[in-house]
């Protein structure tokens, strides 16, 4: 057992620490420690100036000039080539579009395609609801079957499956516990029986080294909202490897995903390239967000990210041992930095009255049900104080009983 | 024949405008005559402003709170009620979402399931290519058959199929020649032999009086950008009539469609209402510029806005009539108003160039090829001194021929 931490050496590694000049890059309330990046991301600062120049010059302005004159037309391209940096792909085999969710289903529906006479679709039990649900659809759609299993039962169910293995999907860190996949061996075991993989990297883009390239990955999908921080409901992006773009093909034949959208020709043909995963016209103003928010990540390597995210979690749960104890809480998140994304789950019976209490404190988790408060650790802003400072904040609600109050018991919409 | 009209007849009219304060809520750049709010509506001057407090306060202090404090959450059917308004639908039939590619996709396989067994899409040869793309990816998806007609022949086409019709779909307002469809009638039609319809609104909401419950409308799409004035690539919209609402299902089915989004529940259950057709997380900056957008048609009488919107083009075609005779140009729209929409499409062999020549000189219409170009009359904003001015500017470049100058001939990607 180590000796206990202090503030003033958590203190001396934000000093020491390489990524910390990237915390200017972003507009932080004052008196708020923010913890919930992995759900919506920080504002950038120069975000403000870039979307007030699209509304009021392009916009305003150019009218619909600014399709060519402010380089509107080409912008999921452009962006989804500097996504394509961080996550381990070429420029051309990634575009911004539509949400998250919209890419899953035109992905599962390209891979059942790309494998004829293959039904099985290879889920996971705890999969963020929405792969579930939009892979459970494509299912009933497509006559295929969705197969849910645990984590540790995957690469047995990819075996058991073999020859009917479409397609596996899988979000490449679990949105509630943090669970880190191996994006590299899932892979190859699907490749082994002639399926594909579909990764949602939700989770790990813009936190973490993703090799999509160098893990042989055929299709991917991911949001824009979370480490990459392009704004509430940000337009989401889709990776097609080079190696089936020629022949994947998007359900929602959508004009912009036409081989020259402005040709206005009566038959639909694909786009040669990655386009053909386009459907209808790019919301811009969303698109400019998201692009001027990626210049945070300007000269940031991404194994240093990962390294600062893995010792920021790590911190987390020591904190969290060595000061809340008794309090009931449990740890539902990997405790090997290795097997965890940049996030930690913790559980407790009253998970969300406390997460209210800890939010009216201005530490801002969230809280997932049933019973899992959830905290994201953005390396590009958050600090090593601030876990100290969280945790302490935590003790305080739990040594004060205050989640006790009935206006941290009562649920809202969104939590 | 009326005796020639004069600039200072149609100042006069401007004086008499009821609609004239309207433009008063828009930001209009100097020295440009703006025809082409059919493609990208215009700025209304309250948007900026809206957009960087949703920036800057929602998104930048408030954070992950502002999903509940903001009113993020119900955006969507906020927006949607506030369009049903100007749609002749009721409040809970219409949500804000998606492109109106996508939003075509998810109603043409609802349709497709409402009416089990039936095979037949039926479209226009000339409707807007994505719808058809859309339509036709849809009916290799489901192997249905897609049928295109002229539109003279759709009503003896819906008898043809009969009992095989599961779905009409048409845009209400044709994209290039104007062409205003009979919604009763057609639907009647439809329904006649037990099919569905689902109109396509891009080219009539917001500009005409569209009545979909009186007319008994199935399903409906629609976009935000165009005469809602809501942004580049703005949010769309779709609506489903309340009698179709516990069946239909969409085939995209993500948790903002769930009837608990966020209970993470794994198995899919359909919201009761309109929510269903939600997909992914709305994107909040382009809502907000949408929502914002909507107050320009406070007070606003979608007759009277219908009325000047014939009166303008009626002014335009008599106008090129008049001004324009022997330079080549034919009229592709409806010459009786009651057939046309806001717009009016000249035909000539050198359209495009014709079209970068008039856009140099302040005129923006647009080109769609191969010949057309085309005048959208958006009547909050654009005054009968406009027309007076654009057709006088037109004849000049005609005059002149400097759109035989090679800048104007060579193409750009978008026009």
Same mark, same amino acid.
């Given at each position: 057992?180590?000796?206990?931490?202090?503030?003033?050496?958590?203190?001396?590694?934000?000093?020491?620490?390489?990524?910390?000049?990237?915390?200017?890059?972003?507009?932080?309330?004052?008196?708020?420690?923010?913890?919930?990046?992995?759900?919506?991301?920080?504002?950038?600062?120069?975000?403000?100036?870039?979307?007030?120049?699209?509304?009021?010059?392009?916009?305003?302005?150019?009218?619909?000039?600014?399709?060519?004159?402010?380089?509107?037309?080409?912008?999921?391209?452009?962006?989804?080539?500097?996504?394509?940096?961080?996550?381990?792909?070429?420029?051309?085999?990634?575009?911004?579009?539509?949400?998250?969710?919209?890419?899953?289903?035109?992905?599962?529906?390209?891979?059942?395609?790309?494998?004829?006479?293959?039904?099985?679709?290879? @889920?996971?039990?705890?999969?963020?609801?929405?792969?579930?649900?939009?892979?459970?659809?494509?299912?009933?759609?497509?006559?295929?079957?969705?197969?849910?299993?645990?984590?540790?039962?995957?690469?047995?169910?990819?075996?058991?499956?073999?020859?009917?293995?479409?397609?596996?999907?899988?979000?490449?860190?679990?949105?509630?516990?943090?669970?880190?996949?191996?994006?590299?061996?899932?892979?190859?075991?699907?490749?082994?029986?002639?399926?594909?993989?579909?990764?949602?990297?939700?989770?790990?883009?813009?936190?973490?080294?993703?090799?999509?390239?160098?893990?042989?990955?055929?299709?991917?999908?991911?949001?824009?909202?979370?480490?990459?921080? @392009?704004?509430?409901?940000?337009?989401?992006?889709?990776?097609?490897?080079?190696?089936?773009?020629?022949?994947?093909?998007?359900?929602?034949?959508?004009?912009?995903?036409?081989?020259?959208?402005?040709?206005?020709?009566? @038959?639909?043909?694909?786009?040669?390239?990655?386009?053909?995963?386009?459907?209808?016209?790019?919301?811009?103003?969303?698109?400019?967000?998201?692009?001027?928010?990626?210049?945070?990540?300007?000269?940031?390597?991404?194994?240093?990210?990962?390294?600062?995210?893995?010792?920021?979690?790590?911190?987390?749960?020591?904190?969290?041992?060595?000061?809340?104890?008794?309090?009931?809480?449990?740890?539902?998140?990997?405790?090997?930095?290795?097997?965890?994304?940049?996030?930690?789950?913790?559980?407790?019976?009253?998970?969300?009255?406390?997460?209210?209490?800890?939010?009216?404190?201005?530490?801002?988790?969230?809280?997932?049900?049933?019973?899992?408060?959830?905290?994201?650790?953005?390396?590009?802003?958050?600090?090593?104080?601030?876990?100290?400072?969280?945790?302490?904040?935590?003790?305080?609600?739990?040594?004060?009983?205050?989640?006790?109050?009935?206006?941290?018991?009562?649920?809202?919409?969104?939590?």
């Amino acid at each position: 057992m180590n000796p206990p931490l202090t503030r003033s050496q958590l203190a001396q590694l934000d000093h020491d620490d390489p990524l910390a000049p990237c915390r200017e890059r972003f507009l932080l309330p004052e008196g708020v420690i923010y913890l919930d990046g992995n759900s919506l991301g920080a504002l950038v600062k120069t975000v403000p100036a870039r979307v007030q120049q699209a509304v009021v010059q392009e916009w305003g302005q150019g009218l619909i000039r600014s399709w060519n004159d402010a380089g509107w037309y080409p912008a999921p391209q452009r962006i989804g080539a500097a996504i394509a940096a961080l996550i381990g792909a070429q420029a051309h085999e990634v575009v911004a579009c539509d949400s998250t969710s919209v890419n899953l289903f035109k992905v599962l529906i390209g891979a059942l395609q790309l494998r004829p006479g293959r039904r099985v679709i290879l @889920g996971e039990l705890g999969n963020f609801p929405t792969d579930m649900y939009v892979a459970s659809g494509v299912a009933e759609l497509m006559g295929a079957e969705l197969r849910c299993v645990a984590p540790d039962e995957l690469e047995q169910a990819i075996a058991q499956a073999g020859d009917a293995l479409a397609v596996v999907t899988l979000t490449h860190v679990n949105y509630k516990t943090g669970r880190l996949y191996d994006m590299a061996g899932i892979t190859a075991a699907a490749h082994r029986v002639g399926g594909l993989v579909a990764w949602d990297l939700a989770h790990s883009a813009g936190t973490l080294p993703v090799q999509l390239n160098a893990c042989a990955v055929d299709l991917a999908v991911g949001c824009g909202y979370k480490y990459l921080n @392009g704004g509430p409901g940000a337009p989401a992006f889709v990776y097609v490897a080079e190696q089936h773009l020629a022949q994947v093909r998007s359900p929602i034949a959508g004009w912009h995903g036409h081989a020259q959208p402005f040709a206005f020709t009566q @038959g639909y043909e694909p786009h040669p390239g990655i386009d053909r995963m386009l459907v209808g016209t790019a919301p811009q103003l969303a698109m400019v967000a998201l692009e001027e928010a990626l210049s945070a990540f300007q000269g940031v390597e991404m194994a240093q990210l990962r390294r600062k995210g893995m010792a920021l979690g790590d911190l987390f749960i020591r904190l969290v041992d060595e000061q809340l104890a008794g309090h009931g809480f449990g740890v539902a998140s990997p405790r090997d930095a290795a097997q965890r994304g940049s996030q930690v789950a913790l559980t407790h019976e009253h998970g969300y009255a406390i997460m209210q209490a800890l939010i009216a404190r201005g530490v801002i988790g969230d809280f997932r049900a049933p019973d899992i408060l959830r905290f994201g650790f953005a390396g590009l802003y958050v600090r090593y104080v601030d876990i100290w400072d969280a945790v302490a904040t935590l003790k305080a609600v739990m040594d004060s009983a205050e989640w006790r109050q009935p206006a941290f018991m009562a649920r809202k919409a969104v939590t």
